[in-house]
């Protein structure tokens, strides 16, 4: 029932995050009702008649099918949870279904007499039809008359890399957005959330085609390369979308070795055939905030990446209100800042991007020997981690407007930007915090 196609997240207007949220809790109260359900009955009756009445009771269907449905609930309650998930989300995710049918069935029996059989078939004929939603989402983007989905995929230093997918049936891309991807010879049955990092179908701006991309290692500042503006529909017809993997132990982890591995004629490149789904989310907009700060920690970037261009070409287009833009990226060493390099060569030659954005890189774990020079002042480099409080403390002194800020990270940098978000919210400071955490 968490399925991204519920339209129960659209209705309630909440993010998925959150509906996945309430259905781990419902779950568990639901659990909590069966058992109670349960232990009510078998107390009542062996009071009524002692165990000898349970063990008869079990002979009939009523009995036997709702006790194999508390126990398959119960079993249910102890192979959902977090650790588990972490540790192999397929092992989680097919055994889950697996359990929750079969208990079903067995509450079919239970119910079979009882007007509540309805909300049991509704339920399913509920999951059944997004579960197939899905399935025809994924076929529609993935085959069609143009040939199929296929993806390029680079390896990039960090462990990362870069993808770059094509679809038979492109669509008009929006800031913070993520899809599912399978890539069937990696992983038939395993589809994994990936925020789409960049696309050149938004028909916002983008970079002249002649232009020669930089191959300086960290980012210049040319904001004098030209910028053409739109797409043609032809042009859009071949639109890409572009995401950045940080190798796991998982799939992750095998596209990353095979693609690492390749040294035929393109080393540390490879294409493969393609499965997406999608586009999921990108109703967050940042638009109506004079003043924003995108926080991100490694790959968590992809997630702000978008909105930084989108921000830009609003400012130049008089379609936002961002005055002061601010990004804040931790990242473990200046490897990674390959990640996102042509996109940031992008950003950086906008038109009047330096009257609104600024660009705070923090290198974790820099050697003490390794130079950290900024590339310019709207551009800096800093060695250790950012002092997330002081940061935003300065920011809502010179605001203009209402503070956007928006963080996608695991873990220490989300808690200290919730933190530091609390504290001046209670300096009465108007501010809304927006997070992407990236797993659930
Ligand atoms: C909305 C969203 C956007 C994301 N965007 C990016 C991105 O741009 N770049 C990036 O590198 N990562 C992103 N992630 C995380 C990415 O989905 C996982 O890192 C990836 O699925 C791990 O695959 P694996 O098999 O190698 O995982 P494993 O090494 O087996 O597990 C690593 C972690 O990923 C989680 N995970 C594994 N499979 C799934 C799945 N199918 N669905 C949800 N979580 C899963 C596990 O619970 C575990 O916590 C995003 C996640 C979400 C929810």
Known sequence: MATIKNPLIELLDISYDTFNMMHRWLGRLSILQAVAHTLCWTIAKVQQKGWEGVNQSLHGQLIYSGLA????????????????????????????????????????LHLKEFPQLGFLIATIAVWATMRAWRFATLAYRTWGGRGRCQATVEALPGDAMRVTLTTPRPWKYRSGQSMYLTIPSIGLFTAHPFSIAWSDADHGLSRSKTVKRSNTKVWSDDEKRPIVRGREPEEMEKATYSLVIKARTGMTGKLYDRVARNDGPDPGKMTFNACIEGPYGGDRSMASYGTVMLFASGVGITH????????????????????????????????????????????LGIENRRDVLKIILYITRA?????????????????????????MEAEAREKVGALGVSVCSGGGLADEVRRAARILLSRSVNVDLIEEGFGW
């Open 69 to 108: 449905a508390t126990l398959g609930f119960v079993i249910i309650f102890f192979q959902a949870p977090k650790v588990v998930r972490s540790w192999a989300y397929e092992v989680f995710l097919y055994g889950h279904i697996f359990l929750v049918l079969v208990s079903f069935g067995f509450l079919w």
């Open 304 to 347: 702000q990446i978008p909105y930084i261009k989108q921000l830009l070409e609003g400012y130049n287009d008089g379609t936002v209100a961002a005055r002061r833009v601010t990004l804040v990226w931790a990242v473990t060493s200046t490897d990674c800042l390959e990640w996102i390099r042509p996109w940031m060569h992008e950003i």
């Open 367 to 391: 050697g003490l020997t390794q130079p950290i020079k900024s590339p310019s002042e709207t551009v800096k480099m800093v060695r250790g981690r950012p002092d997330v409080q002081s940061l």
